[in-house]
């Protein structure tokens, strides 16, 4: 069975956490939680927090084990960017895109 969790308009860019999901797909979720804490960047603690609230939706809607979990699939996706403008010189402007992304985590217990 899968049980999922998303965090959705998560204000880092979805480049800076792909080589980190991509790090605990296939680990256990307590070894997954284990990597993301030992990490100092952003995405770690971003990802670990979905990973948490996909495993407390596992034991509590789905009713299954928590030890016996497997991270199956982590995603970062691309969310929605926020415009904005820089002033440049003689009245001109730059664009800036802040960023933001989805974060996807599945987790299975091995059984269909």
Known sequence: MEVKAISKNVRISASKGRDLARVIKGKRVSEAIKMMDFSPRKAAALLSRTIKSAAANASHNAGLDVDTLIVVKA??????????????ARGSASPIDKQSSHITVVLSDGRE
Do not use: L, P, Q, T
């Open 75 to 88: 995603v970062f996706d691309e969310g929605a960017k926020m415009r904005r403008y820089w002033s440049r």
